[in-house]
């Protein structure tokens, strides 16, 4: 089993910056892939940004250039740093680590951009 509990989401203005924090506890051996996914109402959940094992990181293209994802092995915490936001990119945002028989999930964290 794999614990994930995100922190540092919040309302931010437009052209702001947050950073998203995922802490990860329990069986970590088995992780593969970490990641970063995002859901609004109505809509499915979507892929923001990835990063494996080996560093290989993988970002959606409407968050290229804007947003770095980082891990660190020794503490177990994935990382988001978002610059530049949009509203468009409100939403809830949640952790996700894959191991070989399964995902993993956090409980989410809002993040609202508005002025």
């Known amino acids: 089993q794999v614990q994930l509990v995100e922190s540092g989401g919040g309302l931010v203005q437009p052209g702001g910056s947050l950073r998203l924090s995922c802490a990860a506890s329990?069986?970590?051996?088995?992780?593969?892939?970490m990641g970063w996914y995002r859901q609004t109402p109505g809509k499915q959940r979507e892929s923001v940004a990835v990063?494996?094992?080996?560093?290989?990181?993988n970002y959606a293209d409407s968050v290229k250039g804007r947003c770095t994802i980082s891990r660190d092995n020794a503490k177990n915490i994935v990382s988001l740093e978002m610059n530049t936001l949009k509203p468009e990119d409100t939403a809830i945002y949640y952790c996700n680590a894959v191991t070989s028989v399964r995902n993993y999930w956090g409980q989410g964290t809002q993040v609202t951009v508005s002025s």
């Open positions: 990063i494996t094992n080996d560093g290989i990181t």
């Open positions: 329990g069986s970590m051996f088995g992780i593969i892939v």
